[in-house]
Every structure is written in structure tokens, then in C-alpha cells.
């Protein structure tokens, strides 16, 4: 069965009470604000019948003050309740946005600019506010009501009804010339406006490579290019469209062209009445104002449409396939099975993991090393459950990762990264991450476990010094070694280690080594390394090369029967030498 389209309208529903309610307040509205026309008409024509009895004219200018009034609090009823269930309505789509973000692989959000999706979650969300919020209560009220007076109107005088919308197939092409494109201008508009986003951030992310290579001015080019390119867009864009929507409001405003001299006509003639001649002067001037108001309203829809097409491709983006709940494991051995994979958005590429077995027992140390490219990472990344293989299965405890519930394999994996991230709060607060309830003492017990008590303590406030947006405030080896206690904090039973020390000075790597020697003792280590002599005593090395196991055993069974293997030593030890006599 074809999965149906995701659409606006799918939030909506259970807001639907709210707007609805605000329809009708704007009906009401738009209604009351008719009325002192009619009031118009009828006073014009007392004062033309020689009424000079002031108090008979209390009546209807008293109608006409209450609609007024009426009107004002009508429509800011309707505002509020408007945009009380659009900013729910904002708020349930920014939570379906992140919760999505949890489910989809990793890949996805690492191949999706950071800009972009910035640009979804806010700006275009936030785009969504003008349609819900003012569109849905004022445009319905804005054709409904007018739409109304022109059926009365036509039952009044057919014939002054038709001449007074003589002009409408000027404004019509007027309207299509406007909105001639209008698709494919949106699509490049948001597209400029994303490359926006993406240089902003990139600019910013960078500044320190910026200013330690002087590439400030090409740097900045690109950025201001990007800026300018968005600007000129929308301003050619506006300026096309200007001719034609100053035409279709001219046309509009310029019915008094038809109607005066024709109502002119048919009263000298006796067809109609200086009553109904009044009425349809008067109400073609108060029909202009919400006629114009929903022109300008169909551009939103065209506008909404664009905004929510780029969030619905984030909510519909594939998704990891998991179970909700899964038994727990009873032994945490991770076998590889002919996997092969490749990223998500490049399916014409060629096959980064291409049919690899390897398998990875418990209370044993797994190496992963080979040239930059390999797959090593991608490997770990997978057995982690970032990404979904293409071909093969991986297994833990005998059971597939696709019939592990994801709370399952998060609560049994720890995985320490190179990039090392931190969030702006305290030292202890970012170890805690680790396990959710641990104490003050617990988080100290692993960092001392780790031989990293000494140096947080020599940090100005110790535990409760804040690290800095990603742990700015600390230096890469710092933030590694905190990111190791917290992954030790966590006390899974499976744990990986993707170049976790390479931003570690040699003294402390050593003490690093020796501490998670320890504290692996009875889990399945996995770990990645450029320096092999961090792993030369690994249970098992697995050298990986172009995609596959080229070898796959202990340091010096490889060192004997692996050419590779033993060019990457001999060059490693031949760079630890040169460091040394350094």
C-alpha cells in the first residue's frame, strides 16, 4: 500500500478546534467590518430623502460605532486563538523534527549541511507561522464574506454586479504573469538561502584555520558571495513580479471607472434605485480591501508549501529499522557477516565495505588498523548501529542489529570518537552523560580509574569548570580524556574506541593505556588505531584494506605474513625513532 504524502494537515488535526474557532471569529469579523458600509449607504440615502431629524441618525451611526468595535475585538479574538494553536502546531513539528533526528542513521545528519538543517528545524518552521497563524482564519473570511455580498449584490442588480467586476480578467492575468515561475523561484530561493546558512557556519567554524593561515579575505568572499547571490535573487525576483502586482491592485482600485458612469445610466433610466446605485458604490469600495488581502494570501500557500516540503523530506528521510523493545543480551560477541556498505547518498560510488567477516569475542582486545580510507571506522560506526549495512548482517550475542531495540544496543555499546565532543556545561556534568543517576563520587571513581582525577582537579573550579561550546575552553587531549571517562562511566559491555588517544600527549597516553587495560577487563574491546604500537599486544589485529579483512591475526603473525602490516610497522617505528632522537 502506497504510504500517504506527509502534509501540514497531518499537524493540524489535533489543533483543529483552535482554528476552527478562529475561522469563525474571523468570519464574524470581516462580517461586522461590512457593516458600517451598509450603515453608509443607509444614511446617505436619509440625508438624500431630506431627513433632518438628527436623532433618527443615532440609530445606525451607533450600528455602525458597535460593529466597529465589534469588529476590532473580534479580530484580535480570532489572532489569538490563531496563533495559540499555531505556535502548538510549531511546537509538535520541531519535536517530530528532533525525535527524527534520533532516528535516522548517522550518515544522514553527517551528509546533511549543518546550515540545512539549522534552516529546516528554525527558519522554515518558523515560515509556517504566517500561514497558519494569519492565512487559514483571514483568508477563508476574506472570500467567504465577499463572496456572500456578491451573491447578494447579484440578487440586488445582476446587471450592475457584472459591470462592477468588468475589470476581473485584467486582474486575473495579472495574477498568473505575478506568479508565473513562482515554483521554481521558490526552490532556488531556498536554495540561496541555505547556501546562507551553510557559509555562515562554515565561516564560523573555521575562523581559527581563517586566521592562522591569513585566509580571511577568500574565506569572507565566499561568504558575502553567498549573501549577495540570496539578495540579488530576491530582489529580481520582487522586481519582476512588482509590474504585475501594482497592475492587479490598480485594476482593483479602479472600479469606480465602470460603476459610475453605468449606475449613472441605469438610474437616469429608472432601472435601479439611488439606494442600490449608494450600495454599489459604497460596497465596491469596502469589497476592494478583503479582495486585495487574499491575493496576497494564494502567494502564501505557494510559500507554505515550499517551507513544509523541506521539513516533510527530513520527517520522510529513511530511518534505522529497529524494534521497540528487544530481550536482553547474554553474550556480547560481534560477528561481521559478508557486510558490505556503502553511504547513503552516493549510490553510484563504489562500495566502501565490500563482504567483510570478522568476528569480535568478549574479554578480547580487536584491533582495527590499515591505511586512511580503509573502512575502519565505518566498521565501528556500524557495529554501533550508526548506519544500516547494505548486504550481510551484524550480530551481537547471535542476535541481528536489526532485531535490537536501539535503547538495547545503546545501553550495550560505548563508543569514544576522535572528534571529541563536549557540551557547554561543567566537567562533571559532561562525564554524567555516561550513566544517567550517577553520583558526584561515581563520576570522580571512574576519572581516578582513568588517571584523569589529577588534571580535572588542576582546572580552575575542577569538576565544576564549564568546558565551552564543544569543550572550546579544553585542549583536543583533555577533551579525549574526558570523553574516555565518560564512556568508561557508562560501564557498557562493549566498548570502542576509534583513535580515542590521538589527540594524547605520549605521558599521558601511556597512562590512558594502562587505565583502559583495566577497565575493559571482561568486555569486548574494539579499538582503532594509527599508532600500532598502542596495539601490538591486541588479542586480535584485523588489517583492513580497500573495504576488506586483507589479514587477520596476532601482531606478529601479521608482521611475518602480511607485507602491508609490516610496511605500516616498520614506517611507524621508524617515525617513533625519529621522535625520540628529536
Request: charged residues 20%.
Amino acid at each position: 500500500m502506497k504510504q500517504k504524502k506527509l502534509s501540514i494537515y497531518t499537524f493540524i488535526g489535533s489543533r483543529k478546534q483552535g482554528f476552527i474557532l478562529s475561522v469563525i471569529l474571523s468570519l464574524l469579523g470581516v462580517a461586522a467590518e461590512m457593516v458600517p458600509y451598509f450603515v453608509g449607504v443607509r444614511v446617505i440615502c436619509m440625508m438624500y430623502e431630506g431627513q433632518n431629524d438628527l436623532h433618527a441618525y443615532v440609530l445606525p451611526l451607533g450600528i455602525a460605532v458597535a460593529a466597529y468595535i465589534a469588529r476590532a475585538l473580534l479580530t484580535t479574538l480570532s489572532t489569538w486563538a490563531s496563533h495559540k494553536a499555531t505556535f502548538d502546531v510549531l511546537y509538535e513539528i520541531r519535536c517530530a523534527l528532533i525525535e527524527k533526528m534520533k532516528r535516522v542513521p548517522l550518515g544522514y545528519i553527517q551528509e546533511t549541511p549543518t546550515g540545512t538543517l539549522k534552516n529546516t528545524i528554525v527558519d522554515n518552521v518558523d515560515g509556517l507561522e504566517q500561514y497558519l497563524a494569519h492565512y487559514i482564519p483571514e483568508l477563508t473570511a476574506n472570500l467567504l464574506v465577499p463572496l456572500v455580498l456578491l451573491v447578494y449584490l447579484f440578487i440586488v442588480s445582476w446587471q450592475m454586479t457584472l459591470i462592477m467586476f468588468l475589470t476581473l480578467p485584467a486582474v486575473v492575468l495579472c495574477c498568473v504573469g505575478m506568479m508565473r515561475g513562482f515554483d521554481e523561484k521558490c526552490r532556488k530561493f531556498y536554495a540561496a538561502k541555505d547556501a546562507v546558512n551553510d557559509a555562515v557556519i562554515e565561516y564560523v567554524n573555521g575562523i581559527e584555520v581563517i586566521k592562522a593561515f591569513n585566509r580571511s579575505a577568500d574565506s569572507y568572499a565566499k561568504y558575502s558571495n553567498a549573501v549577495y547571490n540570496n539578495a540579488k535573487f530576491g530582489y529580481e525576483w520582487q522586481k519582476g513580479a512588482q509590474g504585475f502586482l501594482s497592475g492587479a491592485i490598480c485594476i482593483l482600485h479602479s472600479t469606480m471607472l465602470t460603476i459610475l458612469p453605468m449606475g449613472y445610466y441605469f438610474w437616469h433610466k429608472d432601472s435601479i434605485s439611488v439606494e442600490v446605485l449608494l450600495t454599489f458604490i459604497i460596497l465596491a469600495i469596502g469589497l476592494m480591501t478583503p479582495m486585495i488581502k487574499a491575493m496576497f494570501m494564494f502567494e502564501t500557500t505557494t510559500k507554505m508549501e515550499a517551507e513544509f516540503d523541506k521539513i516533510a523530506a527530513v520527517l520522510e528521510a529513511p530511518e534505522l529499522v529497529r524494534p521497540e523493545t528487544s530481550a536482553p543480551l547474554t553474550s556480547h560477541e560481534v560477528v561481521l557477516k559478508n557486510v558490505s556498505f556503502r553511504y547513503q547518498n552516493a549510490e553510484d560510488s563504489a562500495m566502501i565495505l565490500k563482504g567483510i567477516n570478522l568476528t569480535m569475542k568478549p574479554n578480547k582486545v580487536t584491533a582495527l588498523v590499515g591505511p586512511s580510507g580503509s573502512g575502519k571506522s565505518t566498521i565501528a560506526k556500524l557495529i554501533a548501529g550508526f548506519w544500516d549495512v547494505n548486504a550481510g548482517e551484524i550480530s551481537i550475542g547471535g542476535v541481528p542489529l536489526r532485531q535490537l531495540s536501539q535503547e538495547n544496543l545503546n545501553q550495550s555499546i560505548a563508543y569514544v570518537s576522535q572528534d571529541s565532543f563536549l557540551f557547554n556545561d561543567t566537567v562533571m556534568e559532561n562525564i554524567r552523560i555516561g550513566r544517567k543517576g550517577a553520583t558526584d563520587e561515581d563520576v570522580k571513581n571512574a576519572a581516578k580509574a582513568c588517571g584523569c582525577h589529577a588534571f580535572i582537579e588542576q582546572l580552575e573550579h575542577g569538576y565544576q569548570t564549564m568546558v565551552g561550546d564543544k569543550g572550546g575552553h579544553l585542549s583536543g587531549g583533555e577533551r579525549q580524556r574526558i570523553t574516555i571517562v565518560r564512556a568508561m562511566l557508562k560501564n557498557a559491555p562493549i566498548v570502542i574506541l576509534d583513535e580515542a588517544t590521538s589527540f594524547t600527549d605520549p605521558e599521558n597516553e601511556a597512562v590512558l593505556q594502562r587505565s583502559i587495560s583495566r577497565l575493559v577487563a571482561g568486555k569486548t574491546l574494539i579499538i582503532i588505531a594509527h599508532r600500532l604500537s598502542t596495539i601490538a599486544d591486541a588479542d586480535q589485529i584485523a588489517l583492513i584494506h580497500d573495504g576488506q579483512v586483507e589479514a587477520c591475526g596476532t601482531h606478529a603473525r601479521l608482521y611475518q605474513e602480511s607485507a602491508l602490516y609490516r610496511h605500516m610497522w616498520d614506517s611507524h617505528v621508524g617515525v617513533r625513532s625519529e621522535e625520540m632522537e628529536e
